[in-house]
């Protein structure tokens, strides 16, 4: 199952402290979490604590990661909107750590079924002041565990908060996974706040009340977002030619519409699928590439156009959107339909 086997790579990798409040579609992430806790093969794993809220679980990811250990949480979107005070805290203070968000129907309190709606929410919002954390789009559950390692690499190496966007149906689908031997992510952290007892005292902070400080903070946060853009990751599959139909789509939502690409193939129709691997940063060099070759885009979303607007917005070009609201699941026949 998708949450079990992000709670595995999750202690595999060598989480230390999950701080967390239970929010479906996210909670079984948590549960399957608890269970490995105190297990004597994880001997790292120190933390589990229920939180009174998601105010409180994201100012303690903020302790865990300014003292330099390895902290997570899953949530969802209601969780996530109010986490974006404590992102906006870590973003500006360099503190690390990972939040997985299980995207389900919004705006609102909406329904637990699974969307794709918090798209603008984590590019464009998360946190005042020009917050821009690494957010990542895994569309399988191997890709998940997979990106729940990277998240924690990037946040360590970047000392930022990174998200990993998933859905529901990810999350709680059955699928066949394999994962090498437990490989620990051992970040290097002679910056952390560990107290006098580990050697010199270091602050982590994020207010500068003297506006030339201020100013500087902002800079070095903008010098690191231009190294930051230079992972910008994407696949594009079945990109053989020039195209007459190019869809693209994260999560799910990309693994259907793989399936509707290769129908159309067999049919003789170009057809190809980008898809966003890092949400953020965005490949824009690719898109612009594989669009460029492009008769027609699509995009397939579990949302209103989210993600095309981000597209339009780098390309300039139309982008016809394949909305599915409320939880409605994109069906293969009328994605492959779409390329008319």
Not at 308 to 335: F, S, W
Request: charge should be negative; hydrophobic fraction near 40%.
């Amino acid at each position: 199952m998708g949450a079990k086997a992000i709670a595995e790579a999750a202690v595999r990798s060598g989480l230390e402290a999950y701080f967390g409040y239970p929010i479906t579609p996210s909670s079984e992430i948590m549960e399957n979490i608890s269970v490995l806790y105190g297990e004597k093969r994880y001997p790292w794993f120190k933390v589990f604590l229920q939180s009174a809220s998601e105010i409180e679980s994201v100012n303690m990811l903020f302790g865990a990661g300014a003292a330099g250990y390895v902290s997570m949480t899953a949530t969802s979107g209601p969780g996530l909107s109010l986490m974006a005070e404590g992102i906006s805290y870590a973003y500006a203070s360099e503190v690390p750590f990972l939040i997985i968000d299980v995207n389900r129907g919004g705006p609102g309190l909406g329904n637990v079924a699974p969307e794709q709606s918090d798209i603008s929410f984590v590019l464009n919002s998360l946190g005042h002041g020009g917050v821009k954390p690494i957010v990542l789009a895994p569309h399988t559950v191997q890709e998940s565990m997979e990106h729940v390692h990277k998240g924690f690499e990037l946040a360590f190496t970047y000392r930022i908060p990174v998200i990993m966007l998933t859905d529901a149906l990810i999350v709680h689908m059955y699928d066949t996974v394999e994962w090498e031997p437990p490989y620990i992510v051992k970040p290097k952290v002679e910056w952390a706040a560990r107290g006098r007892n580990y050697g010199p005292r270091h602050i982590i902070n994020s207010i500068y009340l003297d506006p030339p400080e201020l100013k500087g903070n902002k800079e070095k946060l903008l010098q690191k977002q231009k190294e930051i853009d230079k992972i910008a990751e994407s696949e594009c599959f079945m990109c053989y030619d020039d195209l007459d139909v190019l869809y693209i789509a994260i999560g799910i939502s990309a693994r259907i519409s793989k399936e509707a690409v290769l129908k159309l193939r067999k049919k003789g129709v170009k057809a190809g699928l980008f898809r966003p691997i890092t949400l953020s940063p965005l490949d824009k060099n690719s898109i612009l590439k594989y669009s460029s070759h492009a008769e027609k885009i699509v995009s397939v979303e579990m949302n209103e156009g989210q993600l095309a607007q981000e597209i339009m917005r780098i390309t300039r070009k139309d982008v016809e959107v394949l909305p599915y609201l409320g939880g409605y699941i994109p069906d293969v026949e009328e994605v492959a339909e779409a390329w008319k």
